[in-house]
């Protein structure tokens, strides 16, 4: 089942998602398989829970579209839960990020090359790893969801100010997506 895309400007996108107990989620591995239903309708590479809405500490990454720069992430899906960032280390580097809950706006953005995370998949086994290059990447803007961020955050005041006005159409619903989202500030009948 596809879920509609919450779209910048709801609050669920603002706040800090909570950490998810086992026994309270027994359908998990149903809500990940939608997540990634939902990830591949709209050709993304990640997706967070509370880009559809629930702020829970999840999000699934695929990062096999990458894979003609960096072969091994030919097989690259993974689903995370309750993941800790415990340490981001390396150069930092610039890449063109986009994200499914900011249609048509694509920005430089920098970040650590390397980083060591704590996380259950959906089998609740632990897992502690190290990811670099698009993996880190794809996996830092979608941690950055759960905590409430957007990679928008991250711009200079400028790029900020340029960009404001298209991020409150976004809001709006003013926005040309061929896949299903929730505009917070829609008008009713659309
Ligand atoms: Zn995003």
């Not at 559809?52 to 689903?79: C, I, W, Y």
């Not at 890449?95 to 650590?112: A, H, M, Q, T, Y």
């Not at 830092?140 to 991020?167: A, C, V």
Request: proline share 5%.
């Amino acid at each position: 089942m596809k879920y509609p895309i919450v779209a910048y400007g709801d609050p669920v996108l603002r706040r800090k998602a909570t950490a998810i107990e086992s026994d309270e989620y027994p359908h998990i591995k149903e809500l990940v398989e939608n997540m990634y239903e939902t990830m591949y309708g709209a050709r993304g590479v990640g997706l967070a829970a509370p880009q559809v809405g629930m702020s829970m500490r999840l999000f699934v990454v695929d990062a096999s579209p990458f894979d003609d720069e960096e072969p091994e992430l030919k097989d690259f899906k993974k689903a995370f839960i309750n993941a800790t960032i415990l340490e981001e280390s390396g150069e930092e580097w610039p890449f063109n990020e986009g994200c499914l809950s900011i249609p048509d706006i694509r920005e430089d953005v920098s970040r650590k090359s390397t980083i060591l995370m704590s996380y259950y998949d959906e089998d609740w086994k632990h897992h502690e790893e190290t990811f670099t290059g698009m993996a880190a990447r794809i996996i830092q803007h979608e941690y950055d969801h759960i905590e409430g961020k957007l990679f928008t955050d991250k711009l200079s005041p400028l790029r900020k100010r340029l960009i404001e006005k298209k991020l409150n159409d976004i809001s709006k619903g003013a926005v040309d997506v061929d896949y299903r989202m929730k505009f917070p500030a829609a008008k009713k009948g659309r």
